[in-house]
């Protein structure tokens, strides 16, 4: 192959070596993408903030920067109701209904934290203090389950003095909430929210659809090694 031949492939291949990292930087973007409606509705009034991520209520924790897993390790989050009365006393309820699956809820509803007896003033800072019947557990959805939902609801207390059974002790999953909120005569939620999130692993092969990671490095490679070939030419004439 003639020198004028190995500059024009040395310049194509430095040109797709530049696309291809240009579309690996593309595709390393931080995107938070929105619940579909028919989920959305569920958004009323709260907010549930996580280190990093912000307000994640009524959003899909994206894969980026490793969200899905750190997610599973952080305390808990802030959660603020702005609307809270000062003077009144509310209770949150967070739940995975999608236990373990969305599609195959036999464990339904999860519970992830239960706090009764919180001040109204500290609810609206996101100070969640209170009789703690549930301590948080983290998201931590099983590996090919899909998205979980992940659910929180506020209702006001009233005076109830607020337990749990033996039974509902022993266990997480399978919690019969609607007996839980009927037994208490909570009805309407003050304020709900809920954010989606899958094991952290899963959908990993979908980045740089179309780009192996192998066929981008030889294409680096191959453009560092005739660009060294440009410069000695370039030297020569």
């Known amino acids: 192959m003639g020198w004028t031949m190995r500059l024009v492939t040395a310049a194509l291949l430095l040109g797709l070596a530049v696309a291809v990292t240009g579309e690996e930087e593309d595709t390393d973007l931080c995107v ?9 509705v569920l958004c009323k009034g709260l907010k549930v ?17 490793n969200y899905r897993q750190k997610i599973t390790t952080w305390p808990e989050p802030i959660v603020k109701f ?19 699956s969305r599609s195959s809820p036999k464990a339904r509803f999860w519970r992830h934290w239960l ?4 001040k109204g003033s500290d609810m609206k800072i996101g100070k969640i203090q209170g009789q703690e019947l549930s301590p948080y557990h983290p ?5 090919h389950s899909g998205l979980h939902r992940y659910q929180f609801f506020v209702y006001l207390q009233e005076g109830r003095t607020i337990s749990l059974s033996p ?11 609607d007996k839980f909120l009927s037994h208490f005569h909570l009805t309407e939620p003050e304020a709900s929210t809920q954010f989606m999130t899958q094991y952290y692993l899963d959908g990993l092969s979908r980045q740089n659809p179309g780009v192996a990671p192998d ?23």
Not at 139 to 143: K, L, N, Q, V, Y
Request: one cysteine or more.
């Open 82 to 100: 702005p609307q809270a009365l000062d003077d009144a006393a509310y209770i949150l309820v967070m739940v995975d209904p999608d236990a373990p």
């Open 115 to 118: 706090v009764s007896d919180i």
């Open 167 to 177: 039974k509902e002790n022993k266990t997480r999953g399978s919690w019969k909430m």
């Open 139 to 143: 998201p931590s959805p099983p590996a």
């Open 49 to 65: 903030f996580y280190p990093e991520l912000g307000n994640i209520g009524c959003m899909i924790v994206p894969e980026c920067n």
């Open 215 to 237: 066929t981008a490095s030889g294409f680096v490679a191959a453009a560092v090694e005739d660009s060294s070939l440009i410069h000695k030419l370039t030297e020569k004439f």
């Open 32 to 40: 938070y993408e929105a619940l579909p409606d028919n989920d959305a």
